[in-house]
């Protein structure tokens, strides 16, 4: 994991953009009526990457701006509260982070999603944002819940530890093992 603000940069928007386009990869589709047509998803058409990717272009920056204004925070806040490092499972404290971290970044994403697709382009009216904010948030959580649980965070760990290596301890052990007199 990152070990300097740089990797932690780098990580963040890592993380960012494998959250932003997988959830927009989702978003368009249904837009474009797959999730309604015999098959569902399955489907789904190449048709929905191109726009997938130039929504996710920008969506990815407010992931990362929000993200590190106070959704990590309180991610890490929420795991400080339901898991402990000294005792629990390593692993369990990495998705307590992740629940918490999501809980927070769904709906705050919803609502730059519903003011910027709704009110903004589609012009509907601001008086309706609490009913778009709360329908977006009801469509979103679960993709966003498992997408982050099952794809985008694994992945993100696989490719910043492709990126920045950590000796493993058997190096360690024989590097000590070589510098010992």
Same mark, same amino acid.
């Given at each position: ?32 009526? =797959? ?45 400080? %509260?339901?898991?402990?490092?000294? %005792?629990? *499972? ?27 697709? *709704? ?20 469509? *979103? ?8 649980? =099952? ?31």
């Amino acid at each position: 994991m990152p070990k300097t603000k740089t990797q932690g940069i780098i990580f963040g928007l890592i993380m960012s953009y494998a959250m932003a386009i997988g959830m927009e990869v989702y978003n368009i589709a249904i837009k474009m009526g =797959f999730n309604l047509q015999t098959g569902g998803f399955s489907s789904m058409t190449n048709a929905v990457f191109p726009a997938a990717l130039v929504e996710a272009s920008y969506m990815g920056l407010f992931v990362f701006l929000f993200s590190n204004l106070y959704g990590n925070h309180v991610g890490a806040a929420f795991s400080a %509260k339901v898991s402990d490092p000294k %005792k629990d *499972n390593p692993y369990f404290c990495q998705l307590m982070r992740q629940a918490g971290t999501i809980a927070v970044m769904c709906p705050t994403m919803s609502m730059v999603a519903s003011i910027l697709f *709704n009110v903004i382009l589609a012009k509907q009216s601001l008086t309706q944002l609490p009913a778009i904010w709360v329908g977006t948030v009801i469509k *979103n959580f679960p993709m966003a819940f498992f997408w982050n649980m =099952f794809a985008a965070a694994p992945f993100t760990r696989w490719i910043f530890g492709k990126l920045f290596p950590t000796e493993t301890v058997q190096q360690k052990t024989q590097t000590a093992s070589q510098t010992a007199p």
